[in-house]
């Protein structure tokens, strides 16, 4: 079957007349099983052994074999050069997406492309959501031997096929990257290729997904291991444009930058990179002034996306830089810590402190992609671990009963560096907070919604106020004793069964986590720490607003709980007057 194309200034104007398929001679006549496997995508140039890989996979694997080509010309009843000539290449691609479509919607085939297909930004999101795709990639010296003789090509007779090869290469890598998986086919075995290809397949495991679909902004939390590595592929179909600048700080930098950049790199993706110092104490006025000059001085453009690649406090500064400079720039969180994954990289919530407070300068700017890297944890000593984990034990203490259940099976697991535990945990956590989100993105209602996520906030940001923000005292672990204390506080008021705070202080002391406010090694002021309540921004009409519990996952905003009702709490969990 012929796969000619005729080079560009040999094709004639094109016809205005649409291509002739008849799209019910395509593909095999088996209808789609539910539950039947995905169709595997062959991608690469002329001469990667798209077609002699392929009828090995697919014999293999048990499914047929599918070349698209082929395909075309039995829908069109015309050879791909006949169709080049008489249509012209912008229809062309158009008739050879619909075949692609329809072939994606049938039974589990082995599909090689022809070298072009994957080219077109509709025809990869169809194969993005249906199918896996394997480039099958090549150096140019095996490439330039295995067309040698294809004198049937006119691409290849209008010079010389290393330069055209070359080219091409220069042209299509980048977009070749963005496939699942990427096989080197450096020699002249097939059956070793196609050995090769079926253990990539074999270990392949795709990414959880957890979507996140608002009224303005919709975005994928993508969770898995070596996400970073593969930033490019997955961020190339989201970014406005592909030049980005990464906002990292020096403590993530050496230990992941290299493998984002390579990353971005592979998809042709430019890249610039600030770096700030590590620690709360970059979130400052002075901080911000710095980053959004240097952004500005890159002469970034509307589409320029800022990649936060580090904990919380480098996603809060840069998601704030992204929302003010030029009015709003594109912005994705890849979050390298375990509190950060969970939950400042989800639900648009950014912001730098003043000597006022805590995150009192903010703007809601939503990330257009999150990638939860879950081979970064293992960076991780195990107190961030246990500071990141708080936030989710928090999701199922708030509104989610079985995530709880789960933690108290599964907890010490993920603390133990367990990556399949941590991932589910992540990808529970994200599915928890997005539902919350959708429902208040910007906590407007005066009662439950958003505002419950911040169960144990107000104690937790209340501690690290007064310890300075100085990193002695982890947000997360914060965040774990807070948790405690509005389970202690709701039984004191009547709201919560005594077993239910009993049970929280177990699961929370098992696993080592901070659970009273002696944990800190400090001792504390009752008074000065509802002074510190006092100046937190979830203060409306001059009342305090706390999240209580009526019982594990049954949490609710209140706004009339009693000052002398806090100061006595605190004081009988060890504070002074």
């Known amino acids: 079957m012929s796969r000619q194309i ?43 052994g798209k077609t002699t890989i392929g009828r090995i996979l697919a014999a293999r694997l048990g499914v047929p074999f599918v070349d698209s080509d082929e395909e075309i010309e039995r829908a069109a009843g015309y050879t791909i050069a006949d169709l080049f000539q008489k249509y012209g290449e912008p229809e062309f691609r158009r008739g ?34 249906h199918a896996i795709s394997i480039w099958l990639r090549c150096p140019l010296p095996v490439l330039v031997q295995r067309v040698a003789d294809r004198t049937h090509r006119p691409l290849l007779n209008a010079t010389s096929p290393h330069a055209v090869l070359a080219n091409l290469m220069q042209l299509r890598h980048p977009v070749y990257a963005e496939a699942d998986i990427i096989v080197d086919c450096g020699d002249d075995n097939v059956e070793h290729s196609a050995d090769h290809v079926m253990q990539a397949l074999k270990h392949n495991r795709q990414p959880l997904r957890v979507p996140v679909r608002l009224d303005r902004a919709s975005y994928d939390v993508v969770i898995g291991p070596d996400v970073i590595r593969r930033a490019g592929a997955l961020l190339a179909p989201v970014l406005p444009q592909k030049r980005v600048m990464v906002l990292t700080d020096e403590t993530v930098s050496p230990l992941h930058l290299p493998r984002l950049l390579e990353g971005l790199e592979e998809t042709g993706i430019r890249a610039e990179v600030i770096t700030i110092p590590p620690g709360e104490g970059s979130k400052t006025i002075g901080m911000y002034e710095r980053v959004t000059n240097a952004l500005l001085e890159a002469h970034v453009e509307r589409g320029t996306t800022v990649v936060a690649l580090g904990g919380g406090v480098v996603g809060d500064l840069a998601g704030f830089c992204a929302a003010t400079t030029l009015r709003g720039l594109p912005f994705v969180q890849i979050p390298t810590t375990l509190l950060s994954q969970v939950d400042s990289s989800v639900g648009g919530k950014t912001g730098i402190n003043t000597p006022f407070g805590k995150n009192l300068l903010g703007a809601f700017h939503q990330p257009i992609a999150v990638l939860a890297d879950t081979s970064a944890l293992a960076t991780l000593p195990v107190r961030e671990l246990r500071a990141g984990y708080a936030e989710i034990v928090k999701s199922g203490l708030l509104g989610d009963a079985g995530l709880f259940d789960w933690c108290e099976r599964h907890g010490a697991d993920v603390l133990a560096g367990d990556p399949a535990m941590q991932a589910e945990a992540i990808r529970m956590a994200c599915a928890f907070k997005a539902r919350v989100v959708v429902a208040d993105e910007r906590e407007e209602r005066r009662a439950d919604g958003r505002a419950l996520l911040n169960l144990g906030h107000t104690f937790g940001h209340a501690l690290e106020a007064e310890m300075g923000y100085n990193g002695s005292l982890l947000h ?23 077993e239910d705070l009993d049970r929280v202080t177990r ?5 080592s986590m901070p659970a009273r406010i002696s944990d800190t090694g400090r001792n504390f002021s009752a008074t000065q720490l509802v002074r510190n309540m006092q100046r937190d921004k979830k203060m409306r009409d001059g009342r305090l607003s706390f999240v209580l519990v009526r019982g594990i996952g049954r ?6 709980v009693p000052d002398d009702a806090v100061l006595d709490m605190l004081r009988a969990d060890g504070c002074t007057p």
């Not at 006549?29 to 539950?35: C, E, F, L, N, S």
Request: aromatic residues 4%; glycine residues 12%.
């Open 6 to 48: 005729p080079p560009d200034r040999h094709t004639p104007a094109a016809s205005s007349l649409a291509i002739p398929l008849d799209l019910n001679a395509v593909g095999p006549a088996t209808p789609r099983q539910p539950g039947s496997g995905r169709t595997i995508v062959l991608v690469g140039l002329m001469g990667a």
């Open 96 to 129: 050879e997406r619909l075949v692609i479509r329809r072939l994606l919607s049938g039974p589990p085939v082995v599909l090689a492309t022809g070298g072009g297909a994957f080219m077109d930004s509709r025809t990869r999101a169809g194969v993005r959501e």
């Open 555 to 560: 949490a609710f905003t209140c706004r009339d």
């Open 476 to 498: 997360g672990e914060a965040v774990s004793i807070g948790l405690r204390l509005a389970f202690m506080l709701s039984v004191r008021l009547g709201y919560c069964p005594a």
């Open 507 to 511: 699961h929370l002391e098992r696993l």
